[in-house]
């Protein structure tokens, strides 16, 4: 369904680019706007993995770090490429305390996957699995190739109604100069909603591939909560300064707000924990999942000092709910 979605919106969004464009510019001054956005899209697309890693400093690691946690993550994540079929990524760990992550790259064989030192100073290893498995479905399901296409056409949106701004439009048009104006104000937002409207719907489907490459959706839901509940207090100074690649993150670095309106780029957090949670009930007869839930594991949580302790997590009676319910 989030497939379907995705395409629903991708043709309403080209539909909005051709009535739009043309109500505004023209035949002409549509055919210029596409061109001007797909030109600086394409580049962005292309040298998308170099451009944010090095934005974020990020620093590609491997099995031989001396850190045995690094080496855990590395090891977690090469193996779970191979499960699910994919070319190895870089593994890369960037120096930032907010617990967070994102995947990078113009397809799977260019792509890069990153961790910060939060998410693995504060999450458990199956909780770093679970994120990192999100961020290989990502690359899975080509997203960085499906964000491009949607920013290429929302661009071009935004760019015809700068044009119609700087040259006045077509003002001979049925609907006149008052109409021309609407259209300039309206027509980027409704472009903008609908880019962010398909980042969420690829957000949820990456939590679906996720949590089975993983095979362990309840660790991807709690993980979920903790960097959500961490980003609301610990500042990423690189996100705060760079806004527009807030959207990369497995949670929004920049304000760790959960609220699912039209100007979000990801979904509500308790929303995503649900349909994970009901993932989870469904492969909990059997698999990992059954052992998950019956070993009554015990799972590091942070107070609210940030310090690590041993809580026991214990799944209840009436079904699993995570460690947070």
């Known amino acids: 369904m989030n497939h379907v979605r995705t395409f629903m919106l991708l043709a309403a969004l080209t539909a909005l680019f051709v009535g739009i464009g043309y109500m505004i510019g023209g035949a002409g001054g549509m055919l210029i706007a596409l061109v001007l956005a797909a030109g600086m899209n394409l580049f962005s697309y292309w040298n998308a993995d170099k451009i944010v890693m090095r934005m974020y400093r990020a620093e590609i690691v491997d099995e031989g770090h001396a850190s045995a946690v690094v080496r855990m993550y590395v090891a977690d994540t090469k193996q779970m490429a191979r499960d699910a079929g994919l070319p ?41 699995r679970g994120v990192m498995a999100h961020e290989l479905a990502h690359v899975k399901n080509r997203d960085t ?13 935004s760019a015809i109604a700068n044009f119609a701004l700087i040259f006045g439009g077509d003002r001979e048009r049925p609907m006149g100069m008052i109409g021309t104006l609407a259209l300039m104000i ?46 609301k207090r610990i500042m990423n100074p690189t996100a705060e300064r760079n806004p527009a690649s807030g959207q990369l993150f497995i949670i929004n670095p920049l304000t760790g707000r959960g609220a699912d309106n039209l100007f979000s780029t990801h979904p509500n957090t308790g929303n995503r924990v649900r349909a994970l949670m009901e993932m989870a009930g469904h492969m909990g007869q059997g698999g990992r999942m059954a ?35």
């Open 88 to 128: 190895e990524p870089k593994i890369a760990l960037i120096p930032d305390a907010q617990p967070n992550a994102f995947a990078t790259g113009r397809n799977p064989a260019n792509a890069a996957v990153c961790a910060t030192h939060g998410l693995l100073d504060m999450l458990t290893r199956e909780e770093i």
């Open 145 to 157: 190739l499906t964000m491009t296409v949607t920013a290429t056409i929302a661009g071009a949106i």
């Open 186 to 231: 309206l027509a980027p937002l409704a472009a903008a909603v609908v880019q962010m409207a398909i980042s969420r719907a690829r957000e949820y489907e990456a939590d679906r591939v996720g949590a089975e490459i993983a095979d362990d959706p309840q660790a991807l839901a709690s993980a979920l909560q903790k960097i959500e509940a961490y980003s």
């Open 291 to 325: 052992a998950y839930m019956a070993a009554e594991p015990r799972t590091r949580v942070a107070d609210a000092t940030g310090t690590a302790t041993g809580v026991p997590v214990t799944p209840r009676s009436d079904g699993p709910r995570g460690p947070w319910a």
